[in-house]
């Protein structure tokens, strides 16, 4: 059976010589037969909301709040059909916000291709900045004793909001999309370490397709919604980065309305757990590291029976990476036990302790291998299989197990998340 596994930008051909293989994609939704004529339509006939146009007064001014270069929105054509809408609006009253999160800052060259040449000249961008204290402004507190909520001062101090984000499963906010631009994407780093805090992040219903009574997601509605939102627009994205589905108007109609879409159409029943799990990390921008790659592993971790074997196929051109305290975590401890021992003492703080705790709760259940551009040792360091020769890895591997046992692969990784029924 031959797979293309969604890798880099080029993908990657995994050849099963098997017959127990079960694929799981999501089901396929064609691309819009013409986006701009349906971006149109959804922005005049909005969720909830008058059509932006009505909204926008040509001397507002406008913050527009976009995903990083780890998401695979597409800013680009987004924004060019906006500003064609908004064409009454100067385009000095207009500042683009990247919302990174604790993300690092996005670079020239990656902001000219996540917007095109002509916006990224044409316009003003800004990265956020979450430890910047004189680009932040407080807006109001977080619960009990955990200080202020503060937000982007670009964003604060606009006239007029807009949201612009992608719909898909998410590992631990149910789904992306609606007021996860603002909360934690453009939230100052306390905030945002407040979100992540182990007890929630470890919290049962803090996981994919669930919006009800997640910790995560209440989080991010009751801080996003901090300050109004005057317009959205998520979409939803097939393989091929065609839009699907546009969804406009009013931030939490919206965010049900898509989440319910790709519930339905992203979510897939299995009847048994699988002692083998072949996943991608969806491919780029998904896949440039292994922070982000936790995603995937996470996706396969649904349906790996206790103790099996995950492999991950992720470019990870971009390492685990350099920046940020991940790396630190995963290489501190001696056991994926010993680190969710001490993330959960009370007290513990630390950025990326979220992405390390979830990690650690995969390896807790399966064992995990990964085929990518990351060097063996440094894998093996953080108890990671390191792949070097996938088919002979999984000849191995597969060899090892008999051929009459059953093999689940995701080749679209974490944008198809599979459930047991």
Same mark, same amino acid.
């Given at each position: 059976?031959?797979?293309?596994?969604?890798?880099?930008?080029?993908?990657?051909?995994?050849?099963?010589?098997?017959?127990?293989?079960?694929?799981?994609?999501?089901?396929?939704?064609?691309?819009?037969?013409?986006?701009?004529?349906?971006?149109?339509?959804?922005?005049?006939?909005?969720?909830?909301?008058?059509?932006?146009?009505?909204?926008?007064?040509?001397?507002?001014?406008?913050?527009?709040?976009?995903?990083?270069?780890?998401?695979?929105?597409?800013?680009?054509?987004?924004?060019?059909?906006?500003?064609?809408?908004?064409?009454?609006?100067?385009?000095?009253?207009?500042? =683009?916000?990247?919302?990174?999160?604790? &993300? %690092? $800052?996005?670079?020239?060259?990656?902001?000219? +291709?996540?917007? @095109?040449?002509?916006?990224?000249?044409?316009?003003?961008?800004?990265?956020?900045?979450?430890?910047?204290?004189?680009?932040?402004?407080?807006?109001?507190?977080?619960?009990?004793?955990?200080?202020?909520?503060?937000?982007?001062?670009?964003?604060?101090?606009?006239?007029?909001?807009?949201?612009?984000?992608?719909?898909?499963?998410?590992?631990?906010?149910?789904?992306?999309?609606?007021?996860?631009?603002?909360?934690?994407?453009?939230?100052? =780093?306390?905030?945002?370490?407040?979100? &992540? %805090? $182990?007890?929630?992040?470890?919290?049962?219903? +803090?996981?994919? @397709?669930?919006?009800?009574?997640?910790?995560?997601?209440?989080?991010?509605?009751?801080?996003?919604?901090?300050?109004?939102?005057?317009?959205?627009?998520?979409?939803?994205?097939?393989?091929?980065?065609?839009?699907?589905?546009?969804?406009?108007?009013?931030?939490?109609?919206?965010?049900?309305?898509?989440?319910?879409?790709?519930?339905?159409?992203?979510?897939?029943?299995?009847?048994?757990?699988?002692?083998?799990?072949?996943?991608?990390?969806?491919?780029?921008?998904?896949?440039?590291?292994?922070?982000?790659?936790?995603?995937?592993?996470?996706?396969?971790?649904?349906?790996?029976?206790?103790?099996?074997?995950?492999?991950?196929?992720?470019?990870?051109?971009?390492?685990?990476?350099?920046?940020?305290?991940?790396?630190?975590?995963?290489?501190?401890?001696?056991?994926?036990?010993?680190?969710?021992?001490?993330?959960?003492?009370?007290?513990?703080?630390?950025?990326?302790?979220?992405?390390?705790?979830?990690?650690?709760?995969?390896?807790?259940?399966?064992?995990?291998?990964?085929?990518?551009?990351?060097?063996?040792?440094?894998?093996?360091?953080?108890?990671?299989?390191?792949?070097?020769?996938?088919?002979?890895?999984?000849?191995?591997?597969?060899?090892?197990?008999?051929?009459?046992?059953?093999?689940?692969?995701?080749?679209?990784?974490?944008?198809?998340?599979?459930?047991?029924?």
């Amino acid at each position: 059976m031959l797979i293309n596994m969604q890798y880099g930008q080029d993908g990657l051909n995994l050849d099963l010589p098997r017959d127990n293989v079960t694929v799981i994609r999501p089901q396929h939704v064609p691309g819009l037969e013409d986006e701009q004529k349906s971006f149109i339509a959804s922005v005049n006939a909005p969720i909830q909301t008058p059509p932006l146009v009505d909204l926008i007064q040509a001397d507002d001014r406008i913050a527009v709040v976009i995903a990083d270069i780890t998401r695979p929105l597409p800013s680009e054509r987004l924004l060019t059909w906006l500003f064609s809408e908004l064409r009454h609006v100067p385009r000095e009253n207009f500042t =683009i916000i990247i919302g990174t999160g604790s &993300h %690092r $800052a996005c670079t020239v060259a990656e902001i000219e +291709s996540m917007v @095109g040449i002509e916006v990224a000249r044409g316009y003003r961008i800004i990265n956020h900045n979450s430890f910047d204290d004189d680009a932040l402004e407080v807006v109001g507190h977080l619960d009990g004793e955990h200080g202020d909520l503060k937000i982007n001062r670009e964003y604060v101090r606009a006239d007029k909001r807009i949201l612009l984000g992608f719909i898909e499963p998410h590992f631990m906010a149910g789904f992306s999309g609606g007021y996860k631009a603002v909360f934690p994407g453009i939230a100052g =780093i306390e905030a945002i370490m407040y979100y &992540h %805090r $182990a007890e929630v992040i470890g919290h049962p219903r +803090s996981t994919w @397709g669930v919006l009800e009574d997640n910790p995560t997601q209440t989080q991010i509605r009751e801080y996003g919604s901090m300050l109004p939102v005057d317009f959205c627009i998520n979409v939803t994205m097939n393989r091929k980065h065609e839009i699907t589905r546009i969804f406009c108007g009013n931030t939490f109609a919206v965010h049900e309305q898509g989440c319910a879409f790709v519930k339905e159409t992203a979510m897939v029943s299995c009847e048994r757990p699988f002692p083998i799990v072949i996943t991608s990390n969806s491919g780029h921008p998904l896949d440039q590291n292994l922070y982000q790659t936790v995603k995937g592993m996470c996706a396969a971790a649904e349906i790996i029976s206790s103790g099996g074997l995950i492999v991950t196929c992720a470019r990870c051109n971009d390492g685990f990476p350099d920046h940020g305290n991940f790396t630190d975590l995963l290489r501190e401890y001696q056991s994926p036990q010993a680190l969710l021992d001490a993330i959960t003492v009370p007290g513990f703080h630390m950025m990326d302790q979220w992405q390390a705790q979830k990690l650690a709760q995969v390896q807790i259940k399966a064992s995990v291998a990964l085929y990518s551009e990351i060097v063996a040792e440094e894998l093996m360091g953080v108890q990671i299989e390191p792949v070097v020769d996938l088919d002979t890895f999984l000849e191995h591997k597969l060899g090892a197990l008999g051929p009459e046992v059953p093999v689940a692969v995701l080749p679209e990784g974490p944008m198809s998340i599979p459930y047991l029924s």
